[in-house]
């Protein structure tokens, strides 16, 4: 966990989680800071303007606006099953919520490519 503090106030907050056995490696990142120009540029940014997904290809990233408290469960991370036998095999069993928003927003990018190419609202 990584959290930035600027004149006393909380900014900025990061939370990495790497889980791997031999079979599987799965790694979560998830922010909740001010939009960067990085953000902006993501397609799911585009869509939303609160949260963006998959960043990279070797983890996913999830990020959510501190204005947007609604968007907060995106951020939640079931930890429950690197406890279990059968482990965590994918970012679905780690990032349940983020994984079904980046899933639909990956099906309307794909039906809807022009839109994606239009200039954000990026708010500093």
């Known amino acids: 966990?990584?959290?930035w503090v600027e004149s006393g106030k909380l900014v900025e907050q990061q939370q990495w989680l790497s889980y791997a056995t031999?079979?599987?490696t799965v790694v979560v990142i998830t922010e909740s800071s001010k939009p960067s120009a990085k953000l902006c540029a993501n397609d799911s940014y585009r869509l939303h303007h609160s949260f963006a997904t998959n960043f990279a290809p070797h983890?996913?990233?999830v990020w959510v606006d501190p204005n947007s408290p609604s968007d907060n469960d995106v951020l939640r991370l079931n930890i429950?099953?690197?406890t279990t036998f059968a482990g965590c095999s994918a970012v679905s069993d780690v990032a349940p919520s983020a994984?079904?928003?980046y899933e639909a927003d990956?099906?309307?990018l794909a039906s809807h490519p022009s839109e994606s190419q239009d200039?954000?609202?990026c708010r500093e």
């Open 1 to 3: 966990m990584f959290m």
């Open 22 to 24: 031999p079979k599987h």
């Open 59 to 61: 983890h996913f990233n």
């Open 80 to 82: 429950r099953c690197a």
């Open 99 to 101: 994984w079904i928003h």
């Open 106 to 108: 990956q099906a309307i």
């Open 119 to 121: 200039t954000p609202d």
